[in-house]
Each structure stands twice: as structure tokens, then as C-alpha cells.
């Protein structure tokens, strides 16, 4: 039983992790229609400054709240001014640029930091002896990501902006010939998806470090993640993020030999008999 409850809080927290990833990659590719392979680069953008702040605070909690705004004003730049010009043009145009600033970015952070590793400190108050300290952190991350779960369902569902936002999403032509700053709406919305990969790393970095690559990793889940909840999706993300951690947690744990495999055979099954996701909308 303290296996299973201790496999069962693993699983919880890497799902939080990958919410707080997928979420905004769905967000994008529902709104933009963009496939955004930089994404996990913001994710560890968001882990490289959240070690940052704690060494120049020397504190954890301002780093939560400092970086996801710093990193998604990066991101907003960066949409602003690459990615509003190729939005009419092929597929292909989209993902070589973001796969190009993947590179770029990545690049410039090992410039920045060098090639090795950064810990970070959690905070004092979740510390304590190694297995409660533990405990303690990643039952916060399960927390942090339900409250932004909660927060982001309510935002688009019960607000006058997230209503411009889903207009945007079905139909960005007609929404423009309402009022709707369509532009504005874009550059916002990819800017609040990096926030949120910036969030998640300054979440993992403690538990994780920073390292260079990271990001690699974690947009290889994110995207398994949204092709089984379905793109553009809130709750498909969450659905899928739970899937995808309790597989890679609980697969690590008694079938290590498949674990991968067992996450790879259940997206292939989506992608089979359900392609728009669980909770996606057939187009």
C-alpha cells in the first residue's frame, strides 16, 4: 500500500507537470493553429530563471511569481514578430521556425548558464527530512497544477475575454468582422501558453534541476498528451496528462521494459479510432 500510494503521488505530480506543459500547447494549436515545437524550450526557459531568481532572492516563492509573466512576455514577443507573418502559409513554415527557434533559444541559454546542471532549493517550508520534504513539494505541484487547471477552465468558460478567445478559435475571420482584435487575441494567448511552460519549469526545477535539453523531453509527453486528449482542449489536457503520467509512472514501476510502449499503444489507439481526441471536436 505505501508503494501504491507512493506511485500514485509520482504519477499525480508528472501529470501536473505535463498540464502545466500541454495546456498551453493545445491552447495554441486551437487558437492558432500552430504546432509550436519551441514550447518546451519556454518550459525550461522557465526552470533556467526560476533558479535565477531564487539566487538572487534567495527565496522560491517570488520565483513563481516573477518568471511565468517574464517568460510569456518572451513568448508574446516572439509571436509578434515571426509567427503572425506565416499563419496563411503552409504547415511546413510553422514548424521549421518554431523548431528553428528552438534551437536558437536552447543555444543562448547554454551560452548563459554553460552546460551544466542548476539545482534549485524548494522552499524551506516544504523541506524536512528527504522522504516528507518530498512529500510535502510534490503534493504543492499537484496543488499548483489543479489551481491552475481550475483557474484557466474558469477563465475561458465563465469571462467576456476567454468568450473573445473561443470566438477566435472557431471562427478568427468572423470574429474580426464582429470587433474582435484578432491580432491581439493571438499574441496574448501564445505569451499566457509560454507563461504556463515557464510556470512548469520553475515547478519542476527543484525536483529536476535545469538542465540543458530538458525541454526536449517534456514536449515529446506534452505532445502525447494532447493527441490523446484532443487539441484545444482544457479538460482533454487534463485527462490526457493523467493517462500519460500514471502510464509512464506506473509502467516505470512493474513493467519497466514496457512502460514507453504502453503510452505509445494507447495514443496509437486514439489516433486509430478517436483521431480528434478523447475531448477534442471532430472537424
Not at 494549436?29 to 525550461?44: E, S, T
Not at 522560491?60 to 503572425?84: C, D, H, K, N
Not at 539545482?119 to 513539494?137: K, M, N, T
Not at 502510464?247 to 521494459?257: D, S
Amino acid at each position: 500500500m505505501a508503494n501504491l500510494a507512493e506511485q500514485l503521488l509520482n504519477a499525480l505530480t508528472l501529470a501536473g507537470l505535463l498540464f502545466l506543459v500541454s495546456a498551453g500547447l493545445s491552447l495554441v494549436f486551437g487558437i492558432l493553429r500552430v504546432v509550436n515545437f519551441a514550447h518546451g524550450v519556454f518550459y525550461m526557459l522557465g526552470a533556467y530563471l526560476g533558479f535565477t531568481t531564487v539566487a538572487v532572492t534567495g527565496w522560491f516563492w517570488p520565483a513563481l511569481l516573477i518568471v511565468p509573466p517574464v517568460v510569456g512576455a518572451l513568448g508574446a514577443l516572439v509571436e509578434s514578430s515571426t509567427l503572425r507573418f506565416i499563419y496563411r502559409r503552409p504547415p511546413i513554415y510553422q514548424l521549421l521556425l518554431t523548431f528553428g527557434l528552438a534551437l536558437i533559444l536552447e543555444e543562448s541559454l547554454r551560452i548563459v548558464y554553460g552546460p551544466t546542471a542548476k539545482g534549485v532549493e524548494p522552499p524551506p517550508s516544504l523541506q524536512g527530512a528527504l522522504s516528507l520534504g518530498s512529500l510535502l513539494y510534490r503534493l504543492f505541484v499537484v496543488g499548483l497544477s489543479l489551481a491552475v487547471a481550475v483557474a484557466v477552465w474558469l477563465f475561458l468558460r465563465k469571462t467576456r475575454a476567454g468568450l473573445v478567445i473561443r470566438a477566435v478559435a472557431q471562427n478568427s475571420e468572423m470574429a474580426d468582422c464582429l470587433g474582435a482584435d484578432v491580432a491581439r487575441v493571438r499574441t496574448l494567448v501564445f505569451g499566457a501558453a509560454c507563461a504556463l511552460a515557464g510556470l512548469g519549469g520553475v515547478a519542476a526545477a527543484p525536483m529536476t534541476t535545469a538542465y540543458l535539453g530538458m525541454g526536449i523531453g517534456v514536449i515529446v509527453d506534452a505532445f502525447v498528451v494532447v493527441v490523446i486528449g484532443g487539441l484545444g482542449s482544457i479538460g482533454g489536457s487534463v485527462a490526457g496528462s493523467l493517462v500519460v503520467g500514471a502510464a509512464q509512472t506506473w509502467g516505470a514501476f512493474y513493467l519497466p521494459e514496457t512502460a514507453m510502449v504502453i503510452m505509445y499503444a494507447v495514443m496509437g489507439a486514439i489516433l486509430i479510432f478517436r483521431p480528434w481526441g478523447l475531448f477534442g471536436e471532430e472537424e
